[in-house]
C-alpha cells in the first residue's frame, strides 16, 4: 500500500533569522519610544530566542508525527473491518490515485466511499500505479504498437474486461485519434467519450487480465 515516508525537519538558525528578530525587536522599542529603554532591557537575546524557537520546533515536530501515526492506524482499522474484498479493492485504488500518499488522503478516500461517491470498480482515475507523490509510475498515454481497427476499438471500449491490456490501450489511441479526425462531431464525440471511459480502465494492475 503506497506510503509517503515522514520528512524530517530540523530548525536552523541563520543570519537572515536573526536578522529579522532585530527589527521585530526594534519596531517594539519604536513603538513606544519614551519606554524603549525598558523595553530592551525586557527583551530575550538572539540566543535564547533562537535556543526557544529550536525547542518548539522540535515539539511541534513529534506532535506532529505522532498525529501522523494515529491517522495510518485509523484507515488502516476502517479498511481491515471492510470485508476482504472490499479491503483489495480499496488498497488497490489507494495504490492508483493521483494524491500524495498521506493518511489524511487516504482518510478521504475512505470516507467519499462510504458516502458511496466512489466506485471502486470504477473509480475517476486510471487503474494504473502511482508512486508517493501521486505521479504515475506507467505512461498511459505511450504509443502502442499494437493496431486496431476502429470499430474493434469501439467494442473493446464497450466491454475492456473481455480483452488484454494491449488491445485495451491501443483501443484508446485509436479513438482518440479517430475523434480529431471524424468531421461527424456527434460520432467524434461518441468516440471521445468512449476513450475517457476506457482510459479510466487502463492500468499496469489489470495485466492478470491480458
Same mark, same amino acid.
Given at each position: 500500500?503506497? #506510503? ?6 530540523? #530548525? ?8 529579522? !528578530?532585530?527589527? @521585530? ?6 513603538? %513606544?519610544? %519614551?519606554?524603549?529603554?525598558? *523595553? =530592551? ?19 511541534? /515536530? ?6 501522523? =501515526?494515529? /491517522?495510518?492506524? @485509523?484507515?488502516?482499522?476502517? *479498511?481491515?473491518?471492510?470485508?476482504? /474484498?472490499?479491503?483489495?479493492? *480499496? ?14 488522503? %487516504? ?17 475517476? #482515475?486510471?487503474?494504473? @500505479? ?9 505512461? %498511459? #498515454?505511450?504509443?502502442?504498437? !499494437?493496431?486496431?481497427?476502429? $470499430?474493434?476499438?469501439?467494442? *473493446? ?23 480529431? @479526425? ?11 467519450? $468512449?476513450?475517457?471511459? !476506457? ?5 499496469? !494492475? ?5
Amino acid at each position: 500500500m503506497r #506510503f509517503k515516508k515522514t520528512p524530517s525537519f530540523v #530548525f536552523t538558525d541563520t543570519p537572515r533569522k536573526r536578522a529579522a !528578530l532585530r527589527r @521585530k525587536q526594534q519596531r517594539e522599542r519604536d513603538a %513606544l519610544p %519614551l519606554f524603549a529603554d525598558q *523595553i =530592551a532591557e525586557e527583551q530575550p537575546t538572539e540566543d535564547e530566542v533562537m535556543a526557544r524557537r529550536a525547542v518548539l520546533s522540535d515539539q511541534q /515536530e513529534t506532535r506532529w508525527r505522532s498525529e501522523r =501515526a494515529a /491517522e495510518w492506524r @485509523k484507515a488502516r482499522r476502517m *479498511i481491515d473491518s471492510l470485508p476482504a /474484498e472490499e479491503g483489495r479493492a *480499496i488498497r488497490r485504488v489507494w495504490d492508483c490515485a493521483p494524491y500524495p500518499a498521506d493518511p489524511s488522503r %487516504l482518510l478521504g478516500v475512505l470516507h467519499s466511499y462510504s458516502l458511496g461517491k466512489l466506485d471502486l470498480k470504477r473509480p475517476p #482515475f486510471p487503474l494504473s @500505479k502511482t508512486d508517493a507523490g501521486g505521479s504515475r509510475i506507467a505512461d %498511459l #498515454f505511450a504509443k502502442p504498437d !499494437l493496431f486496431v481497427p476502429i $470499430l474493434k476499438a469501439r467494442d *473493446i471500449a464497450e466491454d475492456p474486461d473481455r480483452y488484454p491490456l494491449a488491445e485495451r490501450h491501443a483501443a484508446y489511441h485509436h479513438l482518440q485519434a479517430a475523434a480529431s @479526425k471524424n468531421k461527424d462531431r456527434q460520432r467524434a464525440m461518441q468516440d471521445r467519450v $468512449l476513450a475517457s471511459d !476506457l482510459f479510466l480502465r487502463l492500468g499496469e !494492475l489489470e495485466e492478470a487480465h491480458a
